[in-house]
Each structure stands twice: as C-alpha cells, then as structure tokens.
C-alpha cells in the first residue's frame, strides 16, 4: 500500500510543480495517471488522502478542483471498498473520452464562427493551439509572452513549428497589437460566475478588444466550469538584485468583456455563461440545503 500511496503523491507534486504546461494538458496527464494508478486498486484511505491533497494544488484549475470534488462524492457514496475503485475508473474513463474529443469540437466552432485575418493571445493554451491550427495558414497570429513565467514562446514556438506565421510581443503591447487584430483568443484555468481565470494580462486583452471592437473569445472544455471558485491569493511579492517586485500570474476577467465563451457544447455569450454559472451556484447551495 506504501508504493501506491507513493505513486499518488509523487502524481500529486508532478501536478503541482508543473507551471508550463497549459491546464488542459495537465488536467489530461491527471487523467492518464490516475487510470494507471486505479489498476492498483488503492483503499478508500489512500483515496482519501489524495483527494483532499488535490484540493491543495492548482486551486486556480477548475478540472483539477473538479476531479477532487467528484472523488470526495464517490468516496462519501457508501460504495462498498471491493467496488470502489470499479467505480473511479468508470469516472475517469468517461472524464479521458469527454476532454479527449473537447479540443477538436471547440476547434471546429472557432471555424464556423470565426474568419479571422490576425490573431492575438496569450499565455499557452493547447485548446487555442488547436483552433490556431484549424484555421487557414495564412491566418496571422500574435502572442504576448505572458510574463512573469513567459509561457507565451512556448506558444510561439510551437506555431512556428507548424508553420504559422506567429509573432511574439511584449506584454506592454497588449493595446497596439489588439488594435491591428480582429479575433482574440485566449484559454481559461476556470470559468466562475465571477468571470475567466487565466493569466495576468488577459483582462488588458479583453479592455484592449472592448475599447477596439475586437471580438473577445475564450475557448475551454466544460472542465473549466465552476459555480464556486476557492483561489489561493494571486499576488505576491519578490524580491530580485535589491529590489521589490509585486507580481501575480493568474487573474479573473469578468465575463462581461468576452464577446464569447466557446466549449464542446457549444457558444454562450459571456453575459449568457455568467447567467448559467450562477444558476449552477444556486442549485448547490440547493442541495446544500436539503443535506442540513
């Protein structure tokens, strides 16, 4: 039992560490993981353990959030322990086939909806990256390098490898690049009724977009949908060669900029998403009720 509960903690500091890879990509790894792990048939305890774990890391993550909440359920479900595992595969199955065709849908709107000429992101987002990819070569793209963690070049980087014609701007030209822009398209950690969390710089595109006419677009499976949303604070301080930085890598963007939310099931306006969120909040703290 040692070795699995090993396992399930090394997964956990793999998913807590990682601070380049996109939130589906890590929520996807997760996934995979977990489905080897669960062959190993872990105790309820061991579940236990790792569920609440979770709910430690990446709290800006809606999916990660997501698959703890529904583990703590499935533990809490009475299930008899020599099914309970059954039953968490299942899960996780069902979870690996959802977001495996999630990226690909998404996509294929963004090309019915969308005729873009250039576009702006940010950050890295393997969601954008495949509606980048589904759109026609000669399609512009501009990236804003996102800092402080830069994950923005990752983006350039991968574009240019597939033969995009993408730039990489500074952070500081988020207004100009938008200006000459007619599509921007970002991803999201987490969608709550309180607006699109990604990464610091995302709500200057959306102002930028707004102040410009540009349509506003965020792309997430439904994954990234949480009525209620419990972050760690976003700012912090650094201090770097005598001086003192105030820095923060993830911020909320209120719904009421984006133009649209796009996932697998389809297009909602951002003022529509926001609507549907806080109905979903409702009906929790329904049930809540009727728990007490």
């Known amino acids: 039992m040692g070795g699995i509960m090993s396992a399930l903690n090394v997964l956990l500091t793999k998913v807590s560490d990682d601070t380049v890879s996109g939130s589906s990509e890590i929520y996807s790894e997760l996934l995979r993981e977990l489905t080897k792990l669960v062959s190993q048939k872990p105790s309820s305890r061991e579940w236990q353990e790792f ?11 809606a999916p990660i ?3 703890a909440g529904s583990l703590k359920v499935l533990l809490n479900a009475s299930i008899p322990e020599e099914q309970l595992n059954g039953f968490i595969k299942g899960f996780l199955t069902d979870l690996v086939e959802r977001e495996g065709q999630a990226a690909g849908t998404i996509a294929r709107t963004v090309t019915r909806e969308h005729r873009p000429k250039k576009i702006v992101t940010i950050s890295y987002s393997s969601t954008v990256m495949a509606a980048i990819l589904a759109l026609p070569k000669e399609v512009e793209v501009s990236v804003a ?26 952070d500081s030209m988020i207004a100009p690049e938008v200006a000459a822009a007619d599509l921007v398209l970002v991803g999201a950690d987490a969608i709550s009724p309180e607006g699109v969390v990604n990464k610091v710089g995302t709500r200057l595109l959306a102002m930028a977009a707004k102040d410009q006419g540009v349509d506003m677009v965020a792309l997430c499976s439904t994954s990234k949908l949480i009525p209620v949303l419990d972050m760690d604070p976003m700012a ?24 649209s939310v796009i996932t697998e099931e389809g297009v909602l306006s951002g003022v529509e998403m926001e609507k549907r969120l806080l109905r979903d909040r409702s009906k929790m703290k329904e049930n809540d009720c009727h728990d007490c």
């Open 145 to 170: 390098e996102s800092l402080p963690l830069g994950e923005g070049a990752v983006t350039y980087r991968r574009l240019l490898e597939k033969g995009v014609k993408v730039s990489l701007f500074r």
């Open 65 to 67: 959030q997501n698959v």
């Open 236 to 259: 912090s301080v650094r201090n770097s060669e005598g001086l003192r930085y105030s820095e923060s890598i993830f911020e909320i963007t209120p719904l009421s900029l984006f133009h």
């Open 51 to 61: 569920a609440t774990g979770l709910t430690k890391v990446k709290r800006s993550m």
